[in-house]
């Protein structure tokens, strides 16, 4: 059988809002291992793969993220 690997890591930006919900779920629920928890970033491990969390005043929509009109990347 054919193994793919894209990597052990994911991270996300999140609306600072959403942040204890995140919290409770990757540790309450997955039972990941907090290792960096911060007010801007969240780090959980849950065995070899790690998600960090990047938290901004709000989260991009759907619609914005796709269209590539990122914060700060007007001009490029």
């Known amino acids: 059988m054919a193994r793919v690997s894209f990597g052990n890591h994911t991270a996300v930006f999140a609306a600072r809002s959403e942040q204890d919900r995140i919290r409770n779920f990757y540790c309450d629920v997955l039972g990941c291992k907090v290792r960096v928890k911060t007010d801007e970033v969240d780090?959980?491990?849950?065995?070899?793969?790690?998600?960090?969390?990047?938290?901004?005043?709000?989260?991009?929509?759907?619609?914005?993220?796709?269209?590539g009109n990122l914060p700060g990347t007007q001009d490029r």
């Open 43 to 67: 780090r959980f491990q849950l065995d070899d793969v790690h998600f960090w969390f990047v938290y901004q005043s709000a989260a991009l929509d759907g619609e914005r993220l796709f269209e």
